[in-house]
């Protein structure tokens, strides 16, 4: 960025003096305020030493972007001579953005303390700028040229062949989630108001712990170790819901299943990728975990203990019951939600987990608010299936799981033979996908796509029944899609799952700050009535929704200025039925299989493109799939899931956030911002048959490699290095192949090496376009 020639020879003071700040920082001052209201401390320059790392982060990116959009940094000349002082704010706004917040904090101080003075002095403020961005910074993070992509967010479920180590997990997680607001006011209200009979037992429970010689509640709960010590209170919080529980039959007007809290910090929950101990929970099965190891399957309702009440922050408990609900909807394949709770010390919160992120309730003691405590307590022990979180439109009969769609003017029921695939995920499109067959027909097999959609995307099934339509070879087929209705409304988050609740009513929220560049976005993202049936859901049929898809509109990205931010997002829950079955590529019976499957996939790939104009933009190893079953009438290899999928020929951006691909297999270009090409797609069958060579000791035995499992979690230029050294050089690609791929793959080294040699000319990532590559790929495959 250059200075305005009009400007260039003007002394800096005439140009702080004509272009004064006026109120550009009342924003930032504004945020300060109610950060220091968050973090109990005094609104005054003095708060700066007491505020936690994270929130002193905030503070530091709030003034730094109200830096930047006032019009006088413009105009300012650079200290290193090459245009202008924005610039070098840039560069500092990526390196506090940055994970590793612990550079000399002492270099922005002056700086915000003048910002924040009573009386503010423009010229000092920017002496401070010049002074704070003159030090040493990281090198900034790339800024890609190209403003119309999606920028890159990490998600849990796109680890690929992972031991999912805590720390990584966990790194990945706070991303994933992203700002967790807490403080909700009508939070029980919303979830606990649909329970019935609730408040009157309550308040008749309560007012029993209240009575006799020794009652259960009297200025605080009666046992309650003052200490907060783990095991002591584990022990007082089971006994206590027992009684709990006893005191509430009588106004409990129907049975309900049993439930128990469960209290096994030390033992680990059976069903986790990496190992994970619950410290408490309440489970399904009254002899879950008393005499076998429990699974996450049987935890209904997760819960963190912390004996320090200041552990109710981001870093500590909130990230803690996080990772147990990532556990409970990986292992619950109908799950739509979890609820949850903390204890810290005496004060609790309620959480609920969904494809958006976490809220959580107002903080309370439970030794001074009683009734809360009860109702929570019996809110968890009768609430239904439904109003846990399980999807009422998968209904169960005669031990069979079932839905039921209204197709071409008739009602099928479409029976559930089994899980094909579940993201392990919290936030984002959560994936899931069933093998199922129309009832009466058990031959012809079906596939049920589950996976919550930012409502501003076009809907895969209108993008699947045009490829259809188009005559698409090896792509998956459409039978129907609907966007899911739980009575009678559609099934977002927003107003659905959360009953309304406005996330701008948390006490922690603060109003969305101007955007920064791309290259830092994701990095910032990190901080920020229903009855008990389950048989009551409908949808809304496909033929009922009627949206043509918009001729060349489609976009590959989020437009990230889009109004409202992550506060005002929202997730609907979408189902598409596909008439080709088949397993995941990795799973082919022999090498020659493998290779012609992915011979046909590139072939559908190239159909879908030319005939239906539509680019893929997630090729990954669970996309591709294989039929090796003569009986199966499906394609013989196929892509599946155009949930990233954007026409070729498009304008503008849809205004959806999310990512463009599956990071392992994501070509070099494309983790550097690319606009995406075909080109970028092929690259990716390249990066999935190599990992498939590294990671596969035989047709879906799998093994984890510490040497690449971090592609699943470096920063994406670091990986985009990492795939380039890769490939760049042929003496090091063939070492690497040599040393990593496994014995049943070697045979497979020197047909890599020739793909290798075409898919990166001279060593390196594609400079130019090549509608031919399609064919040489696959004479190459085809030829082995």
């Known amino acids: 960025e250059s200075i305005p020639s009009a400007m260039a020879d003007q002394p800096r003071s005439e140009i702080i003096k004509d272009n004064p700040i006026g109120k550009g920082l009342d924003a930032f001052r504004a945020s300060f305020s109610s950060i220091c209201e968050g973090a109990s401390v005094s609104c005054t320059p003095d708060a700066l030493e007491q505020l936690g790392q994270e929130d002193l982060q905030n503070v530091v990116l709030d003034l730094l972007f109200a830096l930047g959009n006032l019009p006088t940094i413009r105009f300012l000349r650079s200290k290193t001579g090459h245009g202008t002082l924005r610039n070098d704010l840039l560069k500092l706004i990526s390196a506090v953005s940055s994970d590793d917040f612990d550079f000399d904090f002492d270099r922005i101080k002056p700086l915000l303390k003048a910002a924040l003075a009573d009386d503010p002095d423009d010229a000092l403020i920017w002496d401070r700028v010049y ?75 309560f007012k029993k712990c209240m009575e006799g010689s020794e009652p259960l509640f009297s200025n605080g709960w009666s046992g309650w170790p003052t200490d907060a010590n783990q095991d002591d209170v584990l022990s007082w919080f089971a006994e206590l819901n027992e009684k709990l529980a006893i005191f509430a039959e009588e106004y409990k007007s129907t049975p309900t299943y049993r439930r128990r809290p469960l209290a096994q910090p030390n033992k680990p929950i059976q069903g986790s990728t990496a190992e994970r101990k619950l410290d408490v929970g309440f489970v399904d099965d009254p002899k879950a975990g008393k005499d076998s190891k429990c699974h996450w399957s049987h935890i209904l309702v997760p819960g963190e203990l912390k004996s320090n009440p200041a552990a109710d922050k981001a870093s500590k408990a909130w990230l803690d019951i996080g990772t147990y609900a990532r556990e409970v909807l990986a292992a619950q394949d109908t799950r739509r939600f979890v609820l949850g709770f903390t204890i810290c010390g005496s004060l609790m919160r309620i959480w609920d987990f969904d494809r958006l992120g976490g809220i959580a309730s107002e903080q309370f003691d439970i030794n001074k608010d009683g009734l809360q405590f009860v109702s929570t307590v019996l809110g968890f022990l009768w609430m239904s299936e439904e109003e846990l979180g399980f999807d009422p439109t998968i209904m169960t009969a005669n031990d069979k799981r079932f839905i039921e769609i209204e197709r071409d003017g008739l009602t099928e029921r479409l029976i559930i033979d089994e899980v094909m695939q579940r993201a392990r995920c919290i936030a984002g499109r959560a994936t899931t996908c069933w093998k199922a067959h129309r009832e009466g027909h058990p031959q012809t097999p079906l596939v049920i796509k589950d996976s919550w959609q930012y409502p501003e995307r076009d809907e895969e099934g209108e993008l699947l029944r045009e490829a259809t339509d188009q005559g698409v070879i090896n792509v998956a087929r459409y039978y129907y899609h609907e966007t899911i209705q739980v009575h009678s409304t559609d099934d977002d988050i927003r107003s659905n799952v959360r009953g309304g609740l406005d996330v701008t009513t948390a006490t922690n929220y603060r109003p969305e700050r101007s955007m920064p560049p791309p290259s830092i976005i994701a990095s910032r993202a990190s901080r920020r009535g229903r009855n008990s049936s389950r048989a009551t859901g409908k949808k809304r049929s496909s033929s009922q929704i009627g949206a043509p898809l918009p001729p060349s509109k489609r976009s590959c990205s989020a437009s990230p200025t889009k109004a409202g931010g992550d506060a005002l997002s929202n997730r609907v829950h979408r189902r598409v039925i596909l008439r080709d079955y088949g397993k995941p590529i990795y799973k082919a019976s022999s090498r020659s299989a493998l290779l012609a499957a992915l011979e046909g996939c590139i072939e559908g790939h190239e159909s879908l493109r030319r005939k239906a104009g539509l680019l893929h933009r997630d090729i990954s190893i669970n996309n591709l799939m294989i039929n090796e079953d003569d009986d199966n009438l499906s394609w013989p290899s196929f892509l599946i899931d155009l949930d990233l999928a954007v026409k070729e020929q498009r304008e503008g951006t849809s205004g959806a956030k999310g990512k463009t691909g599956t990071r392992a297999f994501m070509a070099i270009g494309a983790l550097l911002g690319e606009q995406h090409s075909f080109m970028h797609d092929l690259e990716s069958f390249f990066w999935v048959l190599f990992w498939i060579c590294i990671h596969y000791t035989g047709p879906d035995k799998s093994r984890p490699i510490t040497e690449f499992d971090k592609w699943n979690y470096v920063d994406t230029e670091e990986l985009a290095k990492l795939k380039l050294g890769t490939v760049a050089k042929e003496s090091l690609f063939m070492k690497t192949m040599t040393d990593n791929f496994t014995p049943y793959y070697e045979p497979l080294i020197p047909l890599l090496n020739r793909l290798r040699k075409i898919v990166f000319p001279k060593g390196g990532p594609w400079e130019r376009e090549d509608e031919k590559l399609y064919s040489r790929m696959r004479e190459i495959l085809w030829k082995d």
Request: proline share 7%; hydrophobic share 35%.
């Open 131 to 205: 002074n704070a961005v003159t030090e040493s910074t990281p090198p900034p993070r790339l800024i890609t040229s190209s403003f119309q992509q999606t920028p890159w967010l990490y998600n849990t479920s796109g680890f690929a062949n992972s031991s999912e180590y805590r720390k990584d997990v966990d790194r990945v997680l706070r991303d994933e989630l992203g700002a967790l607001y807490v403080g909700l006011p009508r939070f029980h209200e919303a979830f606990f108001g649909r329970v019935a009979g609730l408040k009157i037992a309550s308040e008749a429970v």
